[in-house]
């Protein structure tokens, strides 16, 4: 790595930390208006609803995965990973070995959540690189007997559902630290999830953690084992799934705002979604504070609450804070597949939906793909 310098060209009126739904969304919503700087250490946005369908059907991450130079393409992307946010720039480490520091008249940061290993998020690496992660992926499950998945939220779930209907006579057993599966949303909704589980074979163990035995969660494609759970069972497997959740990705806050951060690593914002104290400097999505279900269902509110803001405060910069967002607080609205034919809806107003034809038309048989192909300008 050479010696941090600044790229005389690195002034841009928006400079975008991150290219994920909060990110790539923004950045194409505010192109076409003032000149937009994406830095991702991605060269392509994937949707991540698809993730659990790619992992067993890799042929379905081709339309999942979109590279930035196609659907941004009114956007500078520079290809590296923010490493130190300070008051005069954002030091960057590009993909190219070579440091850079980077302002924007505003700055957005949207750097999501970072998971346990590249399972379900690349990290870094092409469009081509993940794709063929998932080819090996897909091979790796045909070759598994007993298939141990960690975590009962909605990833683990919609996973074992996955597995089910692409790679059927496996042994599925879903080990959740929690008294319940799919704590985000309803009791009423996670029952009728775990029926469906149980009746086609899948073992869920409740309120068991992983005492010995369990695989490297940094390795997705880690090698057998005999598993030990906190209540003695044992459980050979020839795959271990680490769905556990994510946390957020703000490390680079650390040395100079960390006043920010509260006890979980989020930044505070306003409700204008500033970071607290700093009106020119936006955090979106998973990395911020804002008290909801950490979904990209929301966070759609909130890129336009800030495209919104954005506009305005470049326009008038004297106009003052800009439209609040509405946090969805307490809003157990969530969509969870189990294949291409079957899931849950859970509607804040309306209850739970489980007919699986219209799951399977609202998410399951798409999971998502055509809509953010359609929002990044994409057939
Ligand atoms: C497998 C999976 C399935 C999901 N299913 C659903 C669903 O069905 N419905 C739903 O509403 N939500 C779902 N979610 C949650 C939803 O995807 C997230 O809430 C959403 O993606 C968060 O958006 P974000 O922009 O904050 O972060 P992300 O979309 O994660 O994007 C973060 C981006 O920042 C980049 N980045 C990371 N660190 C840095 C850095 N230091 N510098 C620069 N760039 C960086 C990353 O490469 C990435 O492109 C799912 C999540 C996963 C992982």
């Avoid at 890799?58 to 995965?65: G, Q, S, V, W």
């Avoid at 999830?193 to 899948?202: E, P």
């Avoid at 997705?220 to 005999?226: E, I, V």
């Avoid at 505070?268 to 279900?293: F, K, R, W």
Wanted: aromatic residues 6%; positive net charge; proline residues 7%.
């Amino acid at each position: 790595m050479t010696h941090a310098m600044t790229d005389p060209n690195s002034a841009t009126t928006v400079l975008i930390y991150g290219g994920g739904v909060a990110g790539a969304l923004l950045a194409r919503g505010l192109s076409d208006a003032v000149p937009v700087t994406l830095v991702d250490p991605l060269d392509y946005f994937e949707v991540p609803m698809a993730a659990p369908r790619n992992l067993v059907q890799p042929a379905f991450a081709e339309r999942a995965i979109m590279p930035f130079a196609e659907a941004l393409p009114k956007v500078r992307h520079l290809q590296g990973r923010l490493t130190e946010l300070s008051p005069t720039g954002g030091l960057v480490a590009l993909s190219s070995g070579r440091e850079t520091t980077l302002r924007g008249q505003i700055t957005v940061l949207a750097t999501g959540s970072q998971y346990a290993n590249d399972l379900m998020r690349g990290t870094a690496g092409t469009g081509d690189t993940r794709r063929r992660f998932y080819e090996r992926y897909a091979q790796r499950v045909a070759q598994s007997r007993n298939i141990v998945i960690v975590g009962g939220g909605p990833i683990g779930v919609e996973l074992a559902g996955e597995i089910l209907e692409s790679a059927p006579g496996r042994k599925i057993t879903l080990v959740e630290a929690g008294p319940r599966i799919l704590a985000g949303t309803t009791p009423e909704a996670a029952r009728h999830v775990s029926r469906f589980l149980v009746s086609r074979g899948v073992e869920i163990l409740l309120d068991q953690t992983l005492a010995e035995g369990g695989s490297d969660p940094g390795d997705p494609l880690a090698g057998a084992g005999t598993a030990v759970t906190s209540g003695g069972r044992r459980i050979p497997y020839d795959l271990m799934v680490w769905c556990t959740g994510g946390r957020p990705g703000t490390g680079y806050m650390r040395r100079h705002f960390s006043s920010v951060l509260n006890e979980r690593g989020r930044i505070s914002v306003t409700p204008e979604l500033t970071v607290a104290g700093h009106p020119g400097l936006y955090a979106l999505g998973d990395i911020n504070d804002v008290d909801e279900n950490k979904m990209a269902w929301h966070i759609a509110g909130q890129v336009d609450t800030a495209c919104a803001n954005i506009l305005k405060a470049l326009k008038d910069p004297a106009a003052g804070p800009g439209r609040p967002y509405r946090p969805q607080t307490n809003n157990p609205s969530m969509a969870v597949t189990l294949g291409s034919k079957a899931g849950v809806l859970y509607l804040q107003g309306v209850g739970l939906v489980t007919w699986g034809w219209f799951v399977s038309l609202v998410k399951s048989r798409h999971m998502l793909v055509p809509k953010y192909r359609k929002a990044l300008g994409l057939k």
